[in-house]
């Protein structure tokens, strides 16, 4: 078992910036494959970013590319997500996941996930 607890979320101005982290415990935590998903209001569950056990892959949905950058400290077991230039659309519920699996955008490939946490980007 890996429990997952993010935190960092809150309301912030379209144009500024936030860093999730998502604190990992239980089972190795550092040998899974992490990635951030979001869930807007009347919305599916989307990929955002993946990354690799070791670090050394990162994978990005298009939608953030240039502007989020996901990371991972395995000697805190904890993942991060620094998100700048914010814009509206960015307003979910952000969750991180951990899988078994080789990095994947697909949410079914994830075996842990966390409670989620709230971001707002106002104008």
């Known amino acids: 078992q890996v429990q997952l607890v993010e935190s960092g979320g809150g309301l912030v101005q379209a144009g500024g910036s936030l860093r999730l982290s998502c604190a990992a415990s239980?089972?190795?935590?550092?040998?899974?494959?992490m990635g951030w998903f979001r869930q807007a209001p009347g919305r599916e569950r989307e990929f955002v970013a993946g990354?690799?056990?070791?670090?050394?892959?990162?994978d990005y949905a298009d939608s953030v590319k240039g502007r989020f950058t996901i990371s991972r400290d395995n000697a805190k077991n904890t993942v991060y997500l620094q998100m700048n230039s914010l814009k509206l659309e960015d307003t979910a519920v952000y969750y991180c996941?951990?899988?078994?699996?080789?990095?994947?955008?697909?949410?079914?490939?994830?075996?842990?996930w966390g409670q989620g946490t709230q971001v707002t980007v106002s104008s």
């Open positions: 996941a951990a899988a078994f699996a080789t990095m994947t955008p697909r949410a079914r490939e994830y075996d842990y």
């Open positions: 239980g089972r190795t935590p550092s040998t899974y494959t």
């Open positions: 990354i690799s056990w070791a670090g050394g892959r990162t």
